[in-house]
């Protein structure tokens, strides 16, 4: 079983729609979480962490569930400029990263 | 400006070369990581080095070499044992707390003809 396990999509939603990602992993340890965003032939870019708490940064809000091991991520109000592939990075036994094979977003105009 | 960087940006190689990619980091980041990214694919783990002069093997460390000399610099050497080589290569720093992200250079891309 993979450590990190997302839906590859794509998804394909249009302008303005509100849209979620799941992401589930497989270690009850996981110390830290993440959410990236890597576009077509780029290296992978810190999106934002994901707190116990849950965080929101302006249209974007990640939310994580300890209980049954999962995080998300919601965008709202989808913009062109949010088309990437979005990667779920688990973390624990110190400066190990897990990631997911990613979630491929188009947003069509 | 800190930062990764990584070089070159394209690589060509013949088969049964063996090809070194470059990684520095100016962040003062403990930790390094090189990873391989295949088309459509996720990143999988090369190798990682915590602290200068050790390094351990990731998943797909067969046909890789690394060496860590400088805490700045984790060097990729890429053999000829390597079958397939062709693909996108990825460094990454991390700090020491379990909290810290990894932050990527801008990758290089190898073609091996």
């Known amino acids: 079983r993979k450590e990190v396990e997302q839906d590859p999509g794509p998804f394909n939603v249009p302008e303005g729609a509100t849209v979620a990602f799941n992401c589930t992993y497989s270690?009850?340890?996981?110390?830290?979480f993440f959410w990236y965003r890597q576009d077509c032939r780029k290296e992978p870019k810190l999106l934002m962490s994901?707190?116990?708490s849950g965080n929101e940064d302006g249209r974007f809000t990640a939310q994580l569930n300890r209980a049954s091991q999962y995080i998300s991520l919601l965008i709202r109000d989808s913009k062109l400029s949010d088309s990437a592939t979005y990667l779920c990075v688990v973390t624990y036994n110190f400066n190990k990263f897990y990631f997911g094979s990613g979630t491929k977003l188009n947003v069509k105009p | 400006d800190g930062g990764i960087t990584q070089s070159p940006k394209y690589l060509f190689r013949k088969e049964g070369q063996n090809v070194t990619l470059s990684c520095e980091q100016n962040l003062n980041h403990d930790a390094m990581y090189w990873y391989r990214q295949d088309p459509g694919q996720g990143l999988r783990l090369i190798y990682y080095?915590?602290?200068?002069?050790?390094?351990q093997k990731g998943d797909i460390a067969e046909g890789y070499s690394v060496s860590r000399e400088k805490k700045e610099s984790f060097p990729l050497t890429v053999t000829s044992a390597q079958k397939n080589p062709t693909a996108f290569y990825l460094c990454?720093?991390?700090?020491?707390?379990?909290?810290?992200?990894?932050?990527f250079g801008p990758g290089t891309r190898l073609t091996v003809l």
């Open positions: 080095s915590q602290i200068v002069n050790d390094f």
């Open positions: 270690n009850s340890a996981s110390q830290s």
């Open positions: 990454a720093s991390s700090g020491r707390r379990s909290t810290d992200t990894q932050y």
């Open positions: 994901v707190y116990s």
